[in-house]
């Protein structure tokens, strides 16, 4: 069974930081491009970061830009997601998504979700003014 599960959410005030990965199981994800996504209340879900396969091409919303960094760890099988700065508009739950590296959708770029077809349950994160 594919799994992605991500941890490391939490509440923390304004100005601070966070760590979340997401740890993948039940196959190699080391050819799939990853990503971050978030979906705050009465929402769409939204990209907040990418990263290919080997790691070397990192795509973020502009809204995290500056603030945020994307990273994986292929022998762990894992990504991560840093956070700094925090601020209270991104308070949501955080999602982890995979695609199908090799037998990816290459006609969704890397910000948009349908292109990714392994999703974790996702992490809550809070942050408090």
């Known amino acids: 069974q594919v799994q992605l599960v991500e941890s490391g959410g939490g509440l923390v005030q304004a100005g601070g930081s966070l760590r979340l990965s997401c740890a993948g199981s039940?196959?190699?994800?080391?050819?799939?491009?990853m990503a971050w996504f978030r979906q705050a209340p009465g929402n769409e879900r939204e990209f907040v970061a990418s990263?290919?396969?080997?790691?070397?091409?990192?795509y973020y919303a502009d809204s995290v830009k500056g603030r945020f960094t994307i990273s994986r760890d292929a022998a762990k099988n894992t990504v991560y997601l840093q956070m700094n700065s925090l601020k209270p508009e991104d308070t949501a739950v955080y999602y982890c998504?995979?695609?199908?590296?090799?037998?990816?959708?290459?006609?969704?770029?890397?910000?948009?979700?349908?292109?990714?077809?392994?999703w974790g349950q996702g992490t809550q994160v809070t942050v408090s003014s």
């Open positions: 998504a995979a695609d199908r590296g090799t037998f990816a959708n290459g006609s969704y770029s890397f910000r948009n979700l349908l292109r990714y077809d392994y």
């Open positions: 990263i290919s396969w080997s790691g070397d091409i990192r």
């Open positions: 039940g196959r190699t994800f080391s050819s799939s491009a």
